[in-house]
């Protein structure tokens, strides 16, 4: 079984279009008929986010964290009790391509970063500010982001390397970090297709909104400068 883990907090504005994408991509036939089992994190959620993914084929867990460490490490432990080989985790305000988990055991290694691509920068990001990360941003096979809206390992690698821990912020990064200390094989690549929000009020402190942010500050980007959706090793 492949599994999707999917944390969110009040995300009922964007929820419904990412469960959508989701299952698109579960029912690819590449995948040849393999059970797919999306799971949704409500962390914390006071909105709809319960309504919404109740009108889809998914299974919900609620939990009062507020912290995305500890929903997706819930998330993934749910998963691998169900027997999930292979964990695909992305964001509630993201969109997967109808490939994407094709393209992730495409690789056949034991983790999968992928990139991200903006669509909508809404009214509140404006061209420079635009210009500024796309000529930061690596779109390629080779780049060094790492993105909890388009990640993937095998159970074993992950268990190997302990897990998520309970963060409130880089919990990918650091997973990541514990899979090349563990020795596992982890393709950096572009075939992967997610597309994310680029709204400014982020949910969690030090995520992808405060890195746009950061970009409408700054004059000069890094172009490694590393946070959870933008990060480099």
Avoid at 33 to 59: H, M, N, T, Y
Avoid at 188 to 203: E, G, M, Q, Y
Wanted: glycine share 8%; net charge negative; with cysteine.
């Amino acid at each position: 079984m492949i599994g999707i883990l999917i944390p969110a907090h009040n995300e009922e504005a964007l929820l419904a279009n990412c469960l959508q994408s989701t299952l698109m991509a579960a029912a690819h036939p590449q995948l040849e008929g393999e059970a797919v089992r999306v799971i949704v994190i409500l962390d914390s959620c006071s909105d709809r986010s319960a309504e919404i993914a109740a009108c889809f084929d998914v299974s919900v867990l609620q939990i009062e964290a507020q912290n995305v460490g500890a929903a997706r490490a819930l998330g993934a432990q749910w998963l691998l009790e169900r027997g999930a080989r292979w964990i695909s985790c992305t964001d509630a305000d993201s969109l997967v391509a109808d490939d994407w988990l094709v393209a992730q055991l495409a690789l056949k290694v034991d983790a999968v970063c992928g990139t991200v691509r903006v669509d909508d920068w809404g009214e509140l990001i404006d061209a420079a500010t635009q210009s500024r990360y796309l000529n930061a941003y690596e779109a390629r096979d080779g780049h060094r982001h790492i993105h909890g809206a388009n990640l993937g390992f095998s159970a074993k690698a992950y268990l190997q390397a302990g897990g998520f821990l309970p963060l409130t912020c880089h919990e990918d990064v650091h997973l990541v970090k514990q899979l090349q200390a563990s020795g596992a094989t982890i393709a950096w690549s572009h075939r992967p297709k997610v597309i994310t929000s680029a709204r400014l009020d982020c949910r969690a402190q030090g995520g992808f909104g405060d890195y746009l942010k950061s970009l409408l500050r700054s004059p000069i980007p890094d172009q490694h400068q590393s946070n959870p959706r933008n990060g480099t090793l």
